[in-house]
């Protein structure tokens, strides 16, 4: 497995803004986890990416 390459990440999804800052992908702010799921499931279908949880409020859509 090679070095973490950011142009994999196509967005992140939470539900605490003070939890991201920068970057270079869109971030997508929810309303509540349940609202955060929905929102990361349908990027990932729509890019053919997987969802990883950080398990801090923030989701990571990856195209692996």
Same mark, same amino acid.
């Given at each position: 497995? /090679?070095? @973490? +390459?950011?142009?994999k990440?196509? %967005?992140? #999804?939470?539900?605490d ?6 970057g270079g992908?869109? #971030?997508? @702010?929810? /309303?509540? +986890?349940?609202? %955060?799921?929905?929102? %990361?499931? @349908?990027?990932? +279908?729509?890019? /053919?990416a997987?969802?990883?949880d950080?398990?801090? /409020?923030? @989701?990571?859509v990856v195209v692996?």
């Amino acid at each position: 497995m /090679g070095p @973490l +390459r950011a142009e994999k990440i196509v %967005a992140v #999804v939470t539900t605490d803004k003070e939890k991201v800052t920068g970057g270079g992908v869109p #971030v997508f @702010l929810a /309303g509540d +986890r349940q609202e %955060a799921e929905n929102t %990361a499931l @349908l990027i990932a +279908r729509i890019m /053919g990416a997987m969802v990883h949880d950080l398990e801090n /409020g923030c @989701l990571l859509v990856v195209v692996h």
